[in-house]
């Protein structure tokens, strides 16, 4: 097998085990993952950057599934509500979660955005929350802080960039 055939591989299984991940989580909540969600989720999944909802509808397009936008916005709003994907703000992009496999615990996530390859991560920031909670409070205001958002440099490119 090729580099590339081999990356193609991994890439397909990365999808795979997100989708049978997804199809847990959906379940444990109750809410169809319908053939359409699913669709959108493996389009969103198959890349470690953030993709934006026409981006998301180009895709499906070129491969025969041709949709509405709203429809994409809705299969969109199902998967951010069973929480297997999130929205990055600053690029109005949408990304699977990178804690599928983390057993649902409740404490909120930091999103780390790569600015050269776009890649997002995802980290446990619920110390962070806390700290930003306690603060606001204590300046008498209620907080209502859904994400936190790091921009910077991921390790593949901090090495690419040493070479
Ligand atoms: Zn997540
Ligand atoms: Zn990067």
Known sequence: MTANANEEQRAKDRVKTSVDQATVIFAEKNIRFTELRKKVFEEIASTTASVGAYEVLDR????????????????????L???????????????????LHVPRTGRRPMFLSCEHCGTVLETDGEDIFSSIDAASRAAKFEPRVRFVEVTGTCQECAARRKV
Not at 60 to 79: E, F, H, N, W
Not at 81 to 99: M, T
């Open 60 to 79: 499906l397009a070129q491969k025969g599934t041709r949709l509405a936008p709203i429809s994409v916005y809705r299969a969109l709003d199902a998967l």
């Open 81 to 99: 509500e069973a929480g297997v994907v999130h929205r990055l703000e600053s690029k109005n992009a949408y990304f699977a979660c990178r804690r």
